[in-house]
């Protein structure tokens, strides 16, 4: 997945050569002794920032990503006039929103629908996980629609992560990371999902990775404290080495690598110079109740770290849940689709969510704050059919996207809505649809970035941000 530096993978050998006569190669390699080389700190990586080219609406995101697909007929968009092979299990109940339902399963989120839009008509073509994945987090469709998930790996030739493109085009906190992605890297089987970092932009722009469970006793990044034996006038004296070898290293040929390399150590060190970065990773200064309303488990804890990135300055968060794991439910519910859902997987749901929209709303985050719940497809509304390549029984739904349903929250959109809507059956889109490509654009348009400009990739080789519309009507 992303690589933390340049350094890591030997790119920067011969500078290491080329700078002997400025600093000596272990002076260099103590500029890096402050957990600088650990995939965190190096994943702090930012670019020159561009101007926005329109109307800003939105100044952050959180992208609540339910990996494995979320059953839009057991949740959001249910088919209770559909007979059982169609409308399952569950019922639907009303909300604080006359004409708006919800599975019975979610009675807390049924209390806040008035602050959620409802896009019931987004599709794309690709079947299985990880070109799904892929297409939902960059908005291109590329390969084959049927490529076998657990060969499909990630590229540095893949288009960019939606936050890595807004972490290089909107202006950026000095101190904290431009885009954050937690608590680990989705992977199916062997293979690393693609789309979940910079991909042809570069590591410059790759998300800084929380590679740990929020809701593990004593929770704490140790990238972002300074290591035993080393206090802060050591680190002040290796801060001024850096400048020193920064200084040396201006004389040589500039280079891409050489360019990044130096901002990826700056930026490392702003953040353990960062009182601020510190706070925002820090769970424990959180009331105790507020975190059990969350709910004291894995999406829980990664929810509420969340909001805590965007409360301090954060522009993209995505949070994660597993595509397919032992110890944690996976949405990717091919058996026992409503025990499963039942047990496991709405409860943290039905805590996490609302309590999210609720403390946001108390903050006056959502004015400008854009959260998104979404998976990579839905589920098909025929129970036990078969579309993908995976196995699939007469307990379970298959992928299905070709009509799914997200939520969006803040932002200026408005709330206790429906935008968009499948047709009966719920196959397909029956108005509104939205391409993954609109969505992307869209998202973009909110940050006030272009979303038909080009972008240049490490070579310079010129890439469009996204080739879908802007879905008008969306923002209001």
């Not at 092979?85 to 009303?94: K, S």
């Not at 854009?370 to 719940?373: K, S």
């Given at each position: 997945m992303a690589r933390a530096s340049a350094i890591r993978d030997g790119s920067c050998e011969e500078y290491h050569q080329s700078a002997a006569g400025l600093i000596g190669r272990r002076d260099l390699l103590q500029v890096g002794g402050i957990s600088l080389l650990s995939s965190g700190l190096l994943n702090v990586l930012s670019g020159r920032a561009h101007a926005a080219t329109g109307k800003t609406r939105i100044k952050s995101c959180l992208l609540l990503f339910q990996a494995g697909g979320v059953s839009?007929?057991?949740?959001?968009d249910m088919k209770p006039e559909c007979d059982e092979?169609?409308?399952?299990?569950?019922?639907?109940?009303?909300t604080n929103v006359p004409g708006m339902h919800v599975c019975e399963h979610l009675p807390a989120m049924a209390r806040h629908m008035d602050k959620v839009c409802v896009v019931r008509s987004v599709h794309h073509r690709m079947l299985c996980h990880n070109p799904a994945i892929y297409a939902a987090l960059t908005g291109r469709e590329v390969g084959e629609s049927l490529a076998v998930s657990n060969k499909t790996f990630a590229s540095r030739e893949d288009y960019p992560h939606m936050g890595s493109v807004v972490g290089r085009l909107i202006e950026k906190p000095d101190t904290l990371p431009p885009f954050v992605s937690l608590p680990f890297v989705l992977r199916n089987g062997p293979a690393t999902s693609p789309g979940q970092n910079a991909g042809f932009m570069g590591t410059a722009y790759d998300p800084y990775l929380v590679l740990k469970d929020p809701n593990a006793p004593g929770f704490k990044l140790d990238e972002l404290a300074l290591p035993a034996g080393m206090n802060e006038q050591r680190a002040a004296q290796r801060k001024n080495?850096?400048?020193?070898?920064?200084?040396?290293?201006?004389?040589l040929e500039e280079t891409a690598s050489i360019d990044a390399l130096g901002e990826n150590y700056r930026r490392a060190y702003a953040l353990l110079d960062s009182s601020a970065t510190r706070r925002a990773f820090d769970l424990s200064q959180e009331d105790s109740k507020l975190r059990d309303r969350y709910g004291r488990n894995l999406v829980g804890q990664s929810t509420l770290l969340g909001r805590r990135l965007i409360e301090a300055g954060v522009p993209f968060v995505t949070v994660y849940t597993p595509v397919a794991a032992i110890d944690e439910p996976s949405w990717?519910?091919?058996l026992n689709n409503f025990p499963r859902l039942k047990k496991d997987l709405l409860p943290p749901v039905n805590l996490a969510l609302p309590t999210l929209l609720e403390d946001m709303h108390s903050r006056g985050l959502l004015d400008e704050t854009?959260?998104?719940?979404a998976g990579e497809f839905g589920r098909t509304p025929l129970i036990g059919a078969r579309r993908s390549n995976n196995g699939n029984n007469v307990t379970g739904r298959d992928h299905w996207p070709g009509c799914y349903t997200i939520l969006m929250a803040g932002g200026g959109l408005a709330g206790g809505q429906y935008f968009g809507s499948s047709d009966r059956l719920g196959w397909y889109p029956r108005d509104n649809a939205i391409h993954i490509a609109d969505l992307s654009a869209t998202l973009y348009d909110g940050f006030g970035i272009d979303p038909a400009q080009a972008i240049p990739d490490t070579l310079g080789r010129p890439h469009i941000l996204s080739e879908g519309h802007v879905v008008p009507g969306l923002f209001g």
């Open positions: 839009q007929i057991d949740t959001f092979t169609i409308r399952g299990e569950f019922r639907p109940i009303d080495l850096l400048q020193q070898f920064d200084t040396g290293i201006r004389r990717d519910t091919h854009l959260v998104i719940w």
